[in-house]
T-cell receptor, first 114, second 110 residues
């Protein structure tokens, strides 16, 4: 089985712009979660989608949003980018909802905001 | 809320040395516990897991035992190799999300 894929792998944007990141889960997995990784804050949960519904959201401002499509692919969007949004964004998929299911991570998208 | 505390790094070892990374947690109920590893430029890979007290997770020579009485899940490996150089994250889940420790950078020298 192919693993979790994320596109693009690297992205450079300027402050005020918006960005969309994409995640394709492992075939058959219906849950997708997103995490932000920064040197200062570490790994933080952004949101979880299951069957096209956002089930849970972390403590991030409304500029961070996402969605999931019927084929389980997910996108996350960040509007009005700030310098502090520079991070590695990781997507994880799992067969079922909830954190107790094993989560498989993609390689991440490295976002740099200038 | 739930939280994980890992020993601070970086940790530098010689090949064939013994590795221990301490991890303690604070959580309500009975969380599942995990160790993830991140190699340079890559995402996270699950190294091992334990879902209930006294469970021992093991993989690739690494082991960790779920100790509820001490709320700990320390990672150990008896003889490290250069290829074990990576960042190691302890994590727990009680519900829908993983809560991670800060990560410990391990460098193994030949």
């Amino acid at each position: 089985k192919a693993g979790v894929t994320q596109t693009p792998r690297y992205l450079i944007k300027t402050r005020g712009q918006q960005v969309t990141l994409s995640c394709s889960p492992i075939s058959g997995h219906r849950s997708v979660s997103w995490y932000q990784q920064t040197p200062g804050q570490g790994l933080q949960f952004l949101f979880e989608y299951f069957s096209e519904t956002q089930r849970n959201k972390g403590n991030f401002p409304g500029r961070f949003s996402g969605r999931q499509f019927s084929n389980s692919r997910s996108e996350m969007n960040v509007s009005t980018l700030e310098l502090g949004d520079s991070a590695l964004y990781l997507c994880a998929s799992s067969p079922g909802a909830g954190g107790r299911n094993e989560q498989f991570f993609g390689p991440g998208t490295r976002l740099t905001v200038l | 809320g739930d939280s994980v505390t890992q020993m601070e790094g970086p940790v530098t070892l010689s090949e064939e040395a013994f590795l221990t990374i301490n991890c303690t947690y604070t959580a309500t109920g009975y969380p599942s516990l995990f160790w993830y590893v991140q190699y340079p430029g890559e995402g996270l890979q699950l190294l091992l897991k334990a879902t209930k007290a006294d469970d021992k997770g093991s993989n690739k020579g690494f082991e960790a035992t779920y100790r509820k009485e001490t709320t700990s899940f320390h990672l150990e490996k008896g003889s490290v190799q250069v290829s074990d150089s990576a960042v190691y994250f302890c994590a727990l889940t009680n519900d829908y999300k993983l809560s991670f420790g800060a990560g410990t950078t391990v460098t193994v020298r030949a």
